[in-house]
């Protein structure tokens, strides 16, 4: 009988779990409306309190125009990212954890010879947004480099003399003529994985990917999020679909959820009892 009242409030508290401790969208793009990746843009989707893109870079010339054809994407020149601040404000807290994703296209990008780490696409968080020529400074996220696939984590620094954090390379055979698609966690706080500013659940094109233990992702390292390229020559471009940033549900929220179902469960057996 206790089975079946555990089972029944793990039941109960499976149907609870959707609608109390869903993760939260705070920004999502799918670029299906026109306007650059800069400030005169809005996220489409979500955004929060109305915040819009900065363009990260000074050089006009490193345009960030959103096609409106379909399917709709955020077509991204030579070395220019966007980024939505996450500061506190207006009600709004920046959550422990956070997890980004992004379909993409290295499109026409290309590397140096000899070849650099930080060339390709990247999607990640920055500490500071400083308008130069390279947008990758104070930039702490994932490059995918455009002629092998291969996984670049990045710490912050220019894309001419920056080193990686580490790199990885890509499961299976790399396709640079499709869109791939990235998504990943930092637990910003250490809560959930022992570490402040460590990086976890990775996937790529489907696969898992391990990064081990890292504490790039502080809370000061993630001031703003976003996405952006870097190519060897002027004009080339990657391009960008389906973003977002989105909240982890606290587990200690997902376990209350569970406790309520249990003890909806045994106060329906006592009142029933009581009928009796």
């Known amino acids: 009988m206790k089975k079946l009242l555990l089972t029944s409030g793990l039941a109960l508290a499976a149907m609870l779990l959707p609608l109390g401790v869903q993760a939260q969208v705070y920004i999502a793009d799918d670029f299906s409306t026109p306007g650059d990746v800069n400030q005169n843009r809005t996220p489409n989707i979500a ?9 990260v870079t000074n050089n006009a010339t490193y345009s960030t125009a959103v096609n409106i054809n379909p399917p709709g994407t955020a077509r991204m020149y030579t070395n220019v ?6 500061a506190d404000a207006a009600g709004f807290a920046k959550p422990d954890q956070l997890q980004i994703s992004s379909t993409f296209s290295t499109g026409t990008l290309t590397n140096n010879s000899p070849a650099r780490t930080g060339r390709g696409v990247y999607l990640g968080f920055w500490s500071d947004v400083q308008f130069t020529t390279d947008s990758m400074t104070d930039m702490y996220g994932v490059f995918v480099n455009a002629d092998s696939g291969r996984l670049v984590l990045w710490q912050g620094e220019a894309s001419s003399t920056g080193a990686a954090a580490a790199t990885l390379d890509y499961i299976g055979t790399w396709d640079d003529s499709v869109f791939h ?7 910003i706080s250490g809560t959930i994985t022992g570490t402040a500013g460590n990086i976890y659940d990775f996937v790529f094109d489907g696969e898992s990917y391990d990064w081990g233990t890292v504490s790039l992702f502080t809370d000061a390292n993630t001031e703003y999020a976003g996405f952006g390229v870097s190519a060897a020559v002027v004009g080339q471009y990657g391009e960008f679909d389906q973003w977002a940033v989105t909240a982890i549900p606290e587990p200690a929220s997902g376990a209350m959820v569970i406790s309520l179902g249990i003890a909806l469960v045994f106060l329906h057996r006592t009142r029933s009892q009581r009928k009796l």
């Open 81 to 86: 990212g966007g980024a939505i601040s996450l």
């Open 47 to 55: 955004t929060i309190d109305g915040r819009n893109y900065v363009k």
């Open 181 to 187: 698609t990235m998504s990943y966690k930092v637990d």
